[in-house]
């Protein structure tokens, strides 16, 4: 997959500036129809499904993880309605990113599957399994949508001209349209690994397929069997494979295509030079606070989606994944400036330094299990390594609450699982990132197997499930009393923070009112509320969809 990312980097220019329908642009004059109807002109439509990705899940994570129990406004405003809801409205702003997202990705979708009927067959092009990994990527689309808006239209034809009026189709009738596509991917992709490929392979369908199977079953209208389906997925996406890879190795940087990741948007330097500041992705910006800039070489950071008191007090002594993923030091380096005078450097020297053994702690933040005897231990034994500027941060005073009381750089404790220290472009240009973004990784597989067999009164085997990711993370095994939603949702966030999935693991189990009133600061029980008493559960059908939408009977969702 990385060989063609600089073909996707071009696809994804030329289409950067289409809204509901995706307009041809041929550089060469020649018609779509007769492009696509060549063998490798069908192979770059199948590869635009892939860069369309980039559109859901680059930009802006609001929809993903604001408004949750993990992760709170800082000092930098969130968009009220996504991270509050008692301004979320139809018209708010954000609400429409990830619906337009995903229906461009369908399109796409949609076009590929009638032209692989037309296109010139050849030896070379297995039409069948690229329509299948077309026919994932759809069916991942809906799923995204139906979460978070509830039933919406299912659009599967190839479309050359703008549809003015449209139906609203159920929920229950999305999740089945998901499963039909997934059903028809298992059936038909291949089995090569995803680390070389890059492309769809069947584990990560029977991965997609067992999450699907698992938030249907919490629905009205979910079957019997959904539960028990879900862990059979995600134990046929597992194949028997341990989590033997170090939690500090699945997110270092370099290191994104490891052998724990099932599926994710690909990114390289290459494909992105012709516009970095719009092909790069914005994980890496979010879920920080400000490191103090380019004047000190740090990178720019939004200083918001910063964690809560409760996101970072699930962490227990012992367990690797606390330093895995928060950078529990920012370090200093002084160096000689070109200008002959003393230049500081913050953030960068974790990563890289001419002179390692000279660098300086300045932030050091406790950790929640620390005694007087930690501290005074950690104080001895660092006392040569504190900067003349350092701070010591103890437990309570660095959560996305904190700033209320102190609104100073460095004030809530940074995640690092996404830092990109090779950025394309200088921190002063905007939050630009290379790194892929991981959608679907094995831990989690573990995790959502877990639930799955939880739910399907399996407790025992649900049990082992979750205790495999904790034996990695170097924790105590859970016990049988333990293991109940509450228990797999605070292991989801201590191995999954900030991975994209908090909104939709509290909207499935039924948890989003209770956890974020409790754990938010922003959110009370009373924000949820909306019109008729309605509660704000599902987001907004987005006014733009619903003014262009010339069916005016199309249904607006409770609460709004």
């Known amino acids: 997959m990385k060989k063609i990312i600089l073909i996707l980097g071009i696809i994804v220019t030329v289409f950067a500036s289409c809204s509901d329908y995706i307009e041809e642009n041929s550089e060469s004059f020649v018609p779509a129809d007769e492009t696509y109807k060549t063998s490798s002109g069908f192979q770059l439509l199948v590869n635009s499904n892939y860069a369309w990705l980039k559109g859901i899940y680059g930009g802006n994570p609001w929809l993903f993880e604001s408004g ?250 012992g367990d690797k994944r606390w330093e895995a993923t928060f950078m529990t030091e920012i370090l200093e380096e002084t160096t000689t400036g070109s200008d002959g005078k003393p230049k500081t450097t913050l953030y960068y020297p974790y990563y890289r330094s001419t002179n390692p053994t000279a660098l300086k702690v300045r932030h050091f933040y406790e950790p929640k299990w620390f005694t007087p005897a930690d501290k005074l231990a950690w104080d001895t034994a660092n006392a040569s390594r504190k900067a003349s500027t350092f701070v010591y941060h103890p437990w309570g005073e660095y959560s996305a609450a904190h700033t209320l009381i102190k609104n100073l750089d460095c004030y809530t404790i940074p995640v690092k699982k996404f830092d990109d220290p090779d950025p394309t472009t200088p921190s002063s240009t905007g939050p630009v990132s290379t790194r892929d973004i991981i959608v679907s990784r094995l831990g989690e597989t573990y995790l959502i197997a877990a639930e799955a067999y939880l739910k399907a009164g399996v407790l025992s085997t649900g049990l082992d499930r979750l205790n495999e990711v904790r034996r990695r993370a170097g924790v105590a095994n859970a016990t049988i009393g333990e293991f109940n939603i509450d228990y797999v949702l605070d292991e989801r966030g201590r191995e999954l923070l900030g991975e994209y999935k908090r909104w939709f693991d509290l909207k499935r189990t039924g948890t989003l009112v209770a956890r974020a009133s409790a754990h938010n600061y922003k959110i009370k029980e009373a924000n949820f509320v909306g019109v008729g008493g309605a509660l704000k559960i599902l987001r907004p059908i987005p006014q733009t969809a619903l003014d262009l939408n010339q069916n005016k009977d199309f249904p607006q969702n409770p609460g709004y």
């Open 68 to 317: 949750t129990d993990m992760y709170a406004e800082g000092r930098t405003p969130e968009p009220a309605g996504l991270s509050q809801y008692t301004l979320l409205i139809p018209s708010s702003s954000n609400v429409d990113e990830l619906y337009n997202s995903c229906y461009q990705l369908i399109q796409s979708v949609n076009k590929t599957v009638y032209y692989s009927t037309v296109t010139e067959q050849t030896s070379n092009l297995n039409t069948l399994s690229l329509v299948g990994e077309a026919r994932f990527l759809r069916a991942n689309a809906y799923f995204l949508l139906v979460q978070s808006y509830g039933g919406v239209s299912i659009a599967n034809e190839h479309v050359t001209v703008p549809i003015l009026s449209f139906e609203r189709n159920t929920a229950e009738e999305v999740y089945t349209q998901i499963i039909t596509d997934l059903d028809a991917a298992l059936a038909s992709v291949g089995t090569g690994t995803y680390s070389t490929t890059g492309r769809v392979n069947k584990r990560a369908v029977n991965d997609l397929l067992a999450k699907v199977y698992l938030t249907r079953g919490y629905e009205t209208f979910g079957k019997a069997d959904d539960f028990a389906k879900a862990a059979a997925y995600a134990d046929a996406a597992i194949a028997g494979q341990a989590l033997n890879l170090a939690f500090d190795q699945l997110f270092k940087p370099g290191n994104d295509l490891n052998a724990e990741t099932i599926f994710s948007v690909q990114y390289d330097k290459n494909s992105t030079s012709t516009d970095p500041t719009k092909l790069g992705n914005n994980q890496f910006y979010y879920f920080s606070s400000y490191l103090g800039g380019a004047e000190t070489g740090a990178p720019l950071r939004s200083y918001n989606l910063c964690p809560t008191d409760y996101a970072l007090g699930l962490y227990e002594k």
